[in-house]
């Protein structure tokens, strides 16, 4: 009796560590570019509808798409790949961010923390998507945005050849994967360095103005909430500012046209400035300027 007991009592107790080994096995983190990495035929969410490309886009999303995407770098919410010509970037949501660590978050319990955790990244999946959808809705020119597929959609788009970074080729059905088409722009920084290494102090000065435009433009359309980093979150485009990650963007209806941005201006261009004094203070009077104008009466 006892001895049965006790086979009794192992037996479930290796149904237990068996059950966690897969547990740990099927939910291990993999934070290498796989087809099962990213997100695809996720829950449709009508917020996140941007409605079908019309037949202009269409033409030029095939033009885009009948070139190869080669892995170019990766943020924390996605996959970047760049296109063959270097003029296009596209991000692939990371679905490992989004998901669960054990099967045990889908039991909501309250002291249950995976299911605590899982819907705080459900929660944090949301907010990304609306942030982009937002963009893409009002300034997607600002942005450089081409295109946004966040809901599968039933439309023949493409199929696209990407390529990783040791080579392996991938052929990804774009109609059921979430993705960001952005033209590719250049960092502030180096931008600016370039055109002063060639004397080219005048088009620095432009881009200067331009970032401080932009600024302004996103404090009186009442962006907010919107990761405001200079150096790696703005970029170029033929030498305009534009803000290039939009993962966090919101537009707050009561900020609109109110001067309190002005005020946080200063403290979004300060790192800028500061880069600006330690490499090129020939172009502080115009920063100085650009700042006055900018936040003042």
Not at 118 to 123: E, V
Not at 279 to 287: D, G, I, K, V
Request: glycine letters at 4%.
């Amino acid at each position: 009796m006892l001895k049965k007991k006790f086979t009794l009592i192992a037996g479930i107790l290796c149904v237990i560590l068996l059950g966690f080994a897969a547990d740990r096995r099927l939910h291990k983190k993999d934070v290498h570019f796989a087809l099962d990495n990213i997100i695809v035929d996720h829950p449709y969410s009508a917020s996140w509808d941007i409605g079908p490309p019309t037949p202009i886009e269409e033409k030029k999303l095939q033009k885009i798409f009948s070139q190869k995407f080669t892995y170019f770098s990766k943020g924390s919410q996605s996959y970047v790949f760049i296109s063959d010509d270097q003029k296009y970037i596209l991000k692939l949501f990371k679905r490992y961010v989004y998901q669960p660590k054990s099967f045990l978050a889908y039991l909501p319990f309250p002291s249950n923390s995976y299911y605590k955790e899982h819907q705080a990244k459900l929660q944090k999946k949301i907010s990304a998507f609306n942030a982009c959808a937002t963009a893409y809705r009002e300034i997607k020119d600002r942005c450089g945005l081409v295109y946004l597929h966040l809901n599968p959609s039933p439309l023949p788009l493409h199929k696209l050849q990407v390529i990783d970074k040791r080579g392996k080729e991938y052929l990804l059905d774009l109609g059921k994967t979430s993705f960001q088409l952005q033209r590719k722009a250049e960092l502030i920084y180096p931008r600016i360095d370039a055109l002063m290494q060639q004397g080219e102090k005048e088009r620095a000065e432009a881009i200067i103005s331009s970032v401080f435009n932009i600024l302004d433009e996103f404090g009186k359309r009442g962006i907010c909430e919107n990761d405001p980093i200079l150096r790696k979150n703005f970029g170029l485009i033929d030498d305009e500012a534009i803000q290039i990650d939009v993962g966090k963007m919101k537009i707050n209806e009561e900020r609109k046209h109110n001067l309190v941005y002005k005020q946080e201006i200063e403290g979004i261009s300060l790192r800028f400035k500061q880069w600006l004094t330690q490499n090129y203070p020939e172009l502080l009077p115009h920063f100085e300027k650009k700042l006055q104008e900018t936040t003042g009466p």
